[in-house]
């Protein structure tokens, strides 16, 4: 089951707290994550979260080096993180559209934090990472942790009305 068809808002999957992964050498790992890798592939997505496939677990994948849904963003280095949270590093928030594969074709302004720091367990290195983030690639680790904790974007926004449609814009 390499490509999975990502599960859509109004999945009850998706509004849970997902579990922590306790055991980092499980075998089943392995098989979840080259799930998720072959999904977020295949949708073009800049990340992915485990329950997004079914699986309710604290795993996200995410990264990129040039995305067709999100042209004019900078690279993401890409990483697989299990468990992972993060912290502000100050009060300031910015607006950015915000996408995601279990919303398909719709798009909607976001506020999230600009600056972050966050950690998680690094499946690739098997250690645990600590990492800043700013502008998109502090918005995508948000995006990805909301996944695990039942949040999807359009939950977030405060700006109701730029729900819209991909092809109704021009981003
Ligand atoms: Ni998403």
Redesign the pocket.
């Known amino acids: 089951m390499p490509i999975v068809t990502p599960l859509k808002m109004g999945n009850k999957i998706l509004l849970q707290i997902a579990e922590q992964v306790n055991d980092y050498n499980d075998e089943s790992l392995n098989t979840i994550i080259q799930d998720m890798k072959d999904t977020m592939d295949y949708y073009k997505?800049v990340?992915?979260?485990a329950p997004?496939i079914g699986v309710s677990k604290r795993i996200i994948m995410y990264g990129f080096d040039k995305n067709p849904r999100y042209l004019n963003e900078k690279p993401v280095p890409f990483r697989i993180l299990c468990n992972p949270e993060y912290i502000p590093l100050d009060n300031d928030q910015e607006e950015g559209w915000?996408?995601?594969?279990?919303?398909p074709g719709l798009r909607c302004l976001v506020s999230r934090f600009k600056n972050i720091a966050y950690k998680g367990y690094d499946f690739n290195k098997k250690e645990i990472v600590n990492i800043e983030a700013s502008g998109f690639h502090a918005r995508v680790i948000q995006?990805?942790i909301?996944?695990l904790d039942g949040m999807?974007?359009p939950f977030r926004t405060d700006n109701i009305k730029s729900l819209s449609f991909e092809d109704e814009l021009n981003i």
């Open positions: 997505g990340g992915i979260a997004q915000e996408g995601c594969l279990s919303v995006h990805e909301d996944h999807l974007f």
